[in-house]
C-alpha cells in the first residue's frame, strides 16, 4: 500500500476476530515501531506484547470507562507501550527544551508505525490511552523509571467503522504566523 492511502485507510478498529496473529506478522509490526526515530535516537520505548489472556482481562479491568474494553479482552494480543523516563528531550541527564520529557512523543511515533504498518498487513489496531496507568503498570510489573503510555489490541478486523471525519486544511493550516490563512 502507499503510504497515504494506508494513512488515509486506517480505522481504530474496537471488534476483533479471535483468528491468532503469526509471530512473523507481529515481528513485522514490532519492526516497524523499532524503526521510529527518537530524541537523539534515545529509544526511551519498551513494548509488552500480552497474549495471555488472565493478562488482557487485568488490563481491561484498568480501562476507564472505555468503547475498547471489550476489544483489550478479545484481541488475540494486546501491545502495551512503555517508556523509559528522563531520556527523551534530555541532554546530560537535564530537559533540555522547556518541553519536559518528550517521551509521549517517542512512543508515539513509534506506536503510529506500528499501526500503520499492521493496518498494511490486514490487521486492526486501535491507540489506547483511556486507562489508569498505575494499575496497568502494576499488573506488567513494570519497574520504576519506566511508566505505560498506551495501548493497543492487535487482531484481524470484525467491523468496517465509519470514516471519523477531519477538519479541512484551510481550519488547520496557517501561513507565516498562526492564525494567518
Ligand atoms: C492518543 C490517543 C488516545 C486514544 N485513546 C483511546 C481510548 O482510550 N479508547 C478508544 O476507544 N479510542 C481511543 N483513541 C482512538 C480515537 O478515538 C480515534 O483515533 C479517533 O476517534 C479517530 O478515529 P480513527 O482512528 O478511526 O480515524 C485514542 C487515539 C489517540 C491518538
Known amino acids: 500500500m502507499e503510504v497515504l492511502e494506508t494513512i488515509k485507510t486506517r480505522r481504530s478498529i474496537r471488534k476483533y476476530q479471535t483468528t491468532p496473529v503469526d509471530d512473523r506478522v507481529l515481528e513485522q509490526v514490532l519492526e516497524a515501531a523499532r524503526w521510529a526515530p527518537s530524541w537523539k ?6 513494548f509488552i506484547v500480552v497474549r495471555d489472556n488472565k493478562v488482557k482481562a487485568e488490563l481491561a479491568g484498568a480501562l476507564i470507562s472505555n468503547p475498547s474494553t471489550e476489544a483489550v479482552m478479545s484481541a488475540p494480543v494486546v501491545i502495551v507501550a512503555c517508556a523509559e523516563l528522563g531520556k527523551s528531550g534530555y541532554h546530560q541527564e537535564k530537559a533540555a527544551t522547556d518541553k519536559g520529557d518528550w517521551y509521549m512523543f517517542d512512543v508515539a511515533l513509534a506506536m503510529q508505525n506500528l499501526v500503520l504498518v499492521a493496518h498494511s498487513l490486514g490487521l486492526g489496531t486501535v491507540h489506547l490511552g483511556l486507562f489508569d496507568a498505575k494499575s496497568a503498570a502494576n499488573i506488567l ?10 495501548m493497543t489490541p492487535l487482531g484481524y478486523t470484525d467491523q468496517e467503522p465509519q470514516v471519523r471525519p477531519r477538519k479541512e486544511l484551510s481550519e488547520i493550516v496557517f501561513y507565516d504566523s498562526f492564525g494567518k490563512r
Do not use: F
Open 41 to 46: 535516537n534515545s529509544q526511551c520505548w519498551r
Open 141 to 150: 510489573r513494570v519497574p520504576d523509571g519506566y511508566c505505560v503510555v498506551e
